[in-house]
């Protein structure tokens, strides 16, 4: 149960199965709040997690959310992403993406110059040049703006160019701030995919009568309210409920987590992000929505306030306990009574055994990079792990309610201690920490994998969670294999060399 | 603004980074946001380096874009000189924070007074120059520092070593082949009769940048880096260099050639000042470096005998390279040299040469008009991919974005 209502008004736990709508809040919290970078609140934390959790703010290494530009543009198929920036950031993606995205180039970057940065130019001439000539190379469906460092601090006004120019040049434009004085890493998708929303078509289901869209817009907060003089205007149970999930994966890996839902009897009317862009789904007040990935904060308070969606809270469908948990999350917003999750998920960790036997009671340390560090430490603990400590850069504790109450959960059941939650950690220290208590493994980013290996630390490098398949039922055995890879790995090797041996001086 | 799919060469704190974290005990801090510090990751996978890459990054974010970066600036250069012990610090901004405009250099003396290690503020202009270019500045910023200080502390050393010596100059981490270079090159002064007294940057101590003018002559075996630091040393401690690059039995042979002229030089100078003694210096006559008839033989067993690649050329199933059609693209130093080769040693046709390092454009015309048809110097790839779509050569030897033409 959330203790602090006045704090959550928003999001309930776990336990219970409804979810309230944006528009039910009187708190009025500004849009600024969900996403603010702040350090934890005690007393609020400790109404959903009973582990330590403390906020570093130390120098930690991720990489910058400009990254997302390289899966989502494989996503979206027909989107053609510009990057504006300078040669920092154009360098970072070159070297991220590798050339293999030369046989198709749906990226840029609009480099910005000496000229642009001390306003020697005209901004919106400069972008209109670049956008035709790729309306002329490429004619996508859609230009991605993403919005970086520099953008922010020169303060170039993309939100207000875009507008003009679209119309300019007949094509829609998103304007995305994925810049690494806000956000980190994976936030990136998060930023596009909040911008995104902004675009999907209305709700067919909302608009009966042309009056009442006019009416919509001058609708206030308190529209559910029966004193409303508006009538017939908000949505009803009685209305078509429809189901809208966002977060990007493979289209294969959708199609399963659909094809779950619909064993169900459940129908999910669309994807946020799609892989056509003319294929974005319609939002509304009848629309629920669900996240797939634990980074998706800003999104989600996006599709709430401003499309008027209804979110479910859920944790997150990554290892057959995470996914058991969201399906049936999802049945219960929709009344259905699931059947068959728990034999699917017993049958699944039966048949695992041998694999979970060989990382049971191991320990290991999350250094944090991705965002997805407590699902996947729940899913670890579950599989009989022992997580000394999770980093991240970023921890939205009302978006990740229902995976905190799940980890928690877990480790109870598990009797493992709750392992130490460290928001924007600091490197070095941890490093310091990792030396002392000599964890079995450490995932971390590849800044400092290689060295902890040189030191007879086994290590699993942590990108390979953003793009390997990790989500649903059938990907369990991938993702054990994942983290049990570099203690085979090394197992392997010791028959040649001591495990203990070291590379490195000290 | 300009449409960027690909760019040669990097941003000018990655040639900063590269350079300072080539040295050993040196730490480096970035003012960055958070993902400026991928060098850490490049030095890590591609460089495969054992240790943890010496470069913090002081994270720039809203809190201080808010209140400014003093505070943090200062307290991470102090905790790095407490946590690492570093001989020096190296502050760096990126892109993105030089825009702040923040007055670093304050930053770093306020540091430098309550720091046992140097402190400095990387003196680039991130809009200006690429990554070579600030690797090479940077580099001379660095021995610049390190000799000026010990000239004032009297401890620099420009007594010449008794034997011949050379310093090399510009090998660095994430360098093309610059391991393998740095082997080849200190068997080949061996060869010669020459002892090796400083390697810089890579795994060089800055306190041991004041020993640099005790050398000879200084070596800088790639243009790009080092050149700037050879003219200070040239101008300052009237130390010669060759800038000559040994790739290739020609060019090989004329490095040689140059380092025996410099290496007489200084012999007859030495010898006419007389700091040398008697009997070492009869004795040295006997060094192959010092003795002409000596080192023609050397470079002639080595030519025809010893490196099998002039053989190779002269071998009969070689006859079918001539008159080939090739394209060269990359870096002024390996594409002149590789010109070079492919023309003079191996009779192929080279039909354009290239360099996206438009600031030593004349240099790179110099030395390859007359060797190939079509010079282009550009760091536009489509240039390069269309003159190559033109020509259909036999080989392309370029850079990594060459292979997907």
Sequence with gaps: ?506 | MKLAYWMYAGPAHIGTLRVASSFKNVHAIMHAPLGDDYFNVMRSMLERERDFTPVTASIVDRHVLARGSQEKVVENIQRKDKEESPDLILLTPTCTSSILQEDLQNFVNRASNESSSDVLLADVNHYRVNELQAADRTLEQIVRFYIEKAKKDESLTTIKTEKPSANIIGMFTLGFHNQHDCKELKRLLSDLGITVNEIIPEGGFVTQLKNLPKAWFNIVPYREVGLMTASYLEKEHNMPYTSITPMGIVDTSSFIREIYSICHKVFEDLTNSATLDVEVRDKMKDLKILNKKDLESFIDQQTTFVSQAAWFSRSIDCQNLTGKKTVVFGDATHAACMTKILVREMGINVVCAGTYCKHDADWFREQVSGFCDQVLITDDHSQIGDIISQIEPAAIFGTQMERHV
């Design chain 1, 1 to 506: 149960m959330v203790k602090n209502k006045k704090r959550f008004p928003l999001f309930q736990s776990f336990k219970n199965s409804s979810s309230i709508p944006a528009s039910k809040n009187s708190g009025l919290e500004t849009a600024n709040q969900s996403i603010l970078v702040e350090p934890s609140n005690e007393t609020s934390t400790a109404a959903l997690y009973s582990g330590q959790f403390e906020c570093e703010t130390g120098n930690y290494h991720t990489f910058c959310p400009i990254s997302c530009v390289s899966w989502l543009y494989q996503k979206i198929e027909d989107s053609f992403f510009l990057v504006i920036g300078t040669k920092t950031c154009g360098y970072f993606l070159q070297n991220a993406l590798g050339v293999m995205i030369f046989a198709e180039p749906r990226y840029a970057m609009a480099e910005l110059e000496e000229s642009d940065i001390s306003a020697q130019l005209n901004d919106y001439k400069e972008l209109k040049r670049l956008c035709l000539q790729i309306k002329q190379d490429r004619n996508p469906s859609v230009i991605v703006w993403i919005g970086t460092c520099t953008t922010e601090i020169i303060k170039m006004d993309l939100e207000g160019m875009a507008p003009t120019l679209e119309a300019e040049i007949g094509i829609p434009i998103v304007v995305a701030r994925a810049n690494g004085l806000d956000y980190a890493f994976t936030q990136g998708e998060d930023t596009v995919l909040a911008a995104m929303a902004q675009k999907c078509p209305e709700s067919l289901k909302n608009v009966n009568l042309p009056m009442e869209v006019e009416d919509q817009a001058t609708k206030t907060v308190t529209s559910n309210s029966s004193n409303s003089t508006n009538t017939d205007l908000h949505i009803s149970n009685k209305q078509q409920k429809e189901l809208v999930l966002f977060g990007s994966l493979p289209t294969t890996i959708a199609n399963q987590l659909q094809l779950e839902l619909k064993r169900q009897g459940i129908n999910v009317s669309g994807w946020l992000p799609s892989a056509r862009y003319s294929d974005l789904p319609a939002l509304g007040e009848n629309v629920y929505v669900c996240g797939i990935n634990p980074f998706l904060s800003r999104t989600a308070t996006s599709l709430m306030r401003r499309r008027k969606c209804k979110l479910i809270s859920a944790p997150f469908p990554i290892g057959p306990d995470g996914t058991r948990a969201w399906v049936e999350k999802i049945c219960n917003v929709f009344g259905i009574v699931p059947t068959g999750l728990e034999e699917r998920e017993k049958t699944i960790w039966a048949n695992l055994t041998e694999s979970i036997n060989f990382i049971k009671g191991k320990s290991v340390f999350f250094m944090g990079d991705n965002l997805l560090e407590i699902s996947l430490a729940r899913f670890l603990i579950r599989c009989g792990m022992i997580v000394y400590e999770i980093g991240i850069p970023y921890m939205d504790k009302r978006f990740q309610a229902g995976e905190l109450a799940l980890l928690e959960k877990t480790c109870i059941e598990m009797k493992v201690p709750f392992p130490r939650i460290v928001e924007k950690p600091d490197n070095y220290y941890q490093i310091q920490r990792i030396k002392e208590l000599k964890p079995d493994l450490v995932i971390t980013g590849m800044a400092h994998a290689n060295p902890l290996e040189a030191r007879g630390i086994s290590t699993k490098w942590s990108v390979e969670f953003t793009f390997a398949q990790i989500h649903g039922f059938t990907n369990t055995k991938d993702l054990l294999e994942l983290v049990s890879r570099p203690l085979r790995r090394n197992k392997n090797l010791e028959n040649h060399d001591s495990l203990s041996k070291t590379f490195a001086l000290q």
